[in-house]
């Protein structure tokens, strides 16, 4: 159905949040980046998402997607590394981390 809860809600008060983190047994490689924006129901997805999201998750090739989405405006984003953000901003193409690394004490 193309009347989810989160687009309705989106449509009234466009401000999102997105949390991306990345887990692993070894503390220095912890990570994760905040983007906060406006985000945009889109009634169609641009050419070539839906195959880019079937090429990473082929087990919906057999589920009907929908055709509506969302659109994120990015206005803030704070990067956070335990080793620190340099390295991992240059690795996700972030121009200014926004976050410093964690003090050792």
């Known amino acids: 159905s193309n009347n989810l809860k989160r687009f309705e809600n989106l449509r009234r008060d466009p401000r999102c949040t997105l949390l991306l983190q990345h887990y692993s047994e070894e503390w220095a490689s912890l990570w ?8 945009e129901v889109i009634s169609a997805l641009p050419p070539g998402i839906r195959q880019q999201f079937l090429a990473k998750y082929p087990q919906y ?30 690795d996700l193409g972030i121009e ?8 050792t004490r």
């Open 61 to 90: 090739s057999r589920v009907a997607l929908l055709a509506t989405g969302i659109r994120v405006i990015a206005l803030e984003q704070k990067l956070w590394a335990a080793r620190g953000t340099d390295a991992l901003a240059d």
């Open 96 to 103: 200014d981390p926004g976050v410093e690394a964690p003090q």
């Open 32 to 39: 994760w980046l905040r983007v906060s924006g406006d985000a």
